[in-house]
């Protein structure tokens, strides 16, 4: 049995009070979601921020490269800012990585921790920022989607997580299926299943030994699902790993079939059907501290380190 790897240091949680930015990474926000998305943080005490980028617009992103790499390299370097919100996913946080977006990892560091907040594309910046700042980062609801942005408000059960989850408090996220009973404990690593296999080959390659690797995705059909697991498998990627929870499958056909046949064989606690990830409600993960799984209660727990109490 391998050793459970250490979690990563918790940045301290938003305050009523603090000032938080928002930036667009990835895919284009719609405006009017984004100013509904940036009202709820308001009237969560929070002072917002918006990255000079946010509504630019080329293609299938917000913006350029350097625009974006610009927003989020400037919101973590800004004294003034305690957490960086995601606008929304879609695709393009993978070319931040690289030569294109040009991202100063020495200024970011210098720039101590804090708290960044995002899912679906957003998985390639957690990877990026666990390897390069060291730092635990939240999987969650972003303010330009749907859960937080809907013009009837928030759904209840996403923003209650949310706002539970960021003061320090997260709840139990329990699931609806074991696919392989046992208990574990170790940090949770993963994310979006299509972006981890995108980073296999990169210096952000997903590292499962000794670790929980949540797994989740939307709109891929079950052959799809096969051929990027059979890639972390063949990488190595899943080596060692702990444990598996697996989030929301929205639009995706039946994929346990194919998710019970590849994981099941590596002997770890597998537990299923938990909301994180896509679809309501859209509960909310700290990647890179301890967590739990406890297949009595089909359910997964994390630690944010004892911080106190905040939103």
């Known amino acids: 049995m391998n050793e459970p790897a250490a979690g990563i240091p918790v940045p301290p949680p938003p305050r009523p009070g603090d000032t938080v930015a928002v930036v667009a990474p990835s895919g284009p926000p719609d405006s009017e979601r984004l100013a509904r998305g940036i009202r709820v943080l308001e009237g969560l005490g929070l002072k917002v921020v918006v990255g000079a980028h946010v509504l630019d617009r080329d293609r299938y992103l917000a913006g350029s490269d350097a625009g974006r790499a610009a927003d989020l390299r400037d919101a973590w370097c800004d004294p003034a800012v305690s957490a960086v919100f995601c606008a929304r996913g879609g695709y393009g946080a993978t070319r931040l990585l690289g030569h294109l977006g040009r991202l100063d990892w020495d200024a970011m560091r210098a720039a101590g921790p804090k708290a960044l907040v995002g899912s679906s594309d957003v998985t390639a910046l957690h990877s990026a920022f666990a390897v390069e700042l060291g730092v635990a980062s939240w999987?969650?609801?972003?303010?330009?989607?749907?859960?937080?942005?809907?013009?009837?408000?928030?759904?209840?059960?996403?923003?209650?997580?949310?706002?539970?989850?960021?003061?320090?408090?997260?709840?139990?996220i329990t699931g609806d299926r074991v696919i392989v009973p046992g208990d574990v404990t170790a940090p949770v690593t993963g994310g979006n299943l299509s972006l981890l296999a995108a980073l296999c080959g990169t210096p952000y390659a997903l590292s499962a030994r000794g670790r929980i690797v949540l797994l989740e995705d939307v709109t891929e059909a079950p052959y799809r699902i096969d051929r990027m697991?059979?890639?972390?498998?063949?990488?190595?990627?899943?080596?060692?790993?702990?444990?598996?929870?697996?989030?929301?499958w929205v639009g995706c056909g039946d994929p346990y079939p194919v998710l019970e046949e590849l994981l099941a064989p590596l002997g770890v606690p597998v537990i299923a059907g938990l909301p994180i990830g896509h679809g309501k409600p859209q509960f909310s993960v700290l990647l890179g501290a301890l967590g739990a799984i406890d297949a009595k209660s089909c359910s997964l727990t994390y630690s944010t380190g004892g911080a106190d109490q905040a939103l």
């Open 139 to 172: 999987f969650g609801p972003m303010p330009a989607c749907s859960t937080i942005s809907d013009p009837e408000g928030p759904e209840p059960r996403t923003f209650e997580n949310f706002t539970a989850a960021l003061a320090g408090a997260p709840p139990a």
């Open 229 to 248: 697991l059979t890639q972390l498998l063949q990488a190595g990627a899943l080596d060692g790993a702990a444990g598996f929870v697996l989030g929301s």
